[in-house]
């Protein structure tokens, strides 16, 4: 059984700065992309950003040049930094992994966490 654990949501006003965390757990030998999600009241689940193994990245329009994501692969994380914060950035949060292979071996595909939530209001 493999688990994402996402942590470092909260309360931050326009302009603020957040780094959300992403921990995967269990007997892992190998993630192919992780990346972020977020859902808004009334809307639905979006791609945030997306890092391969290799660290190649990919983003949304709506957060290039203000957030960055990045990965510790001996870790098994994945790091969302967000900068410059909206009031349109509020949301929660969802952590993915698109293949993760444990032990047995035994794979795992479109893992989610369970969401960590973010609000940019002042």
């Known amino acids: 059984q493999v688990q994402l654990v996402e942590s470092g949501g909260g309360l931050v006003q326009p302009g603020g700065s957040l780094r959300l965390s992403c921990a995967a757990s269990g007997r892992i030998f190998s993630i192919n992309a992780m990346g972020w999600y977020r859902q808004a009241p009334g809307k639905q689940r979006e791609l945030v950003a997306t890092i391969t193994s290799g660290g190649t990245t990919n983003y949304a329009d709506s957060v290039k040049g203000r957030f960055t994501v990045s990965r510790d692969n001996p870790k098994n994380t994945v790091y969302l930094q967000m900068n410059s914060l909206k009031p349109e950035d509020t949301a929660v949060y969802y952590c993915?992994?698109?293949?993760?292979?444990?032990?047995?071996?035994?794979?795992?595909?479109?893992?989610w966490g369970q969401g960590t939530q973010v609000t940019v209001s002042s």
């Open positions: 993915n992994a698109d293949r993760i292979g444990a032990t047995g071996p035994t794979w795992y595909y479109n893992s």
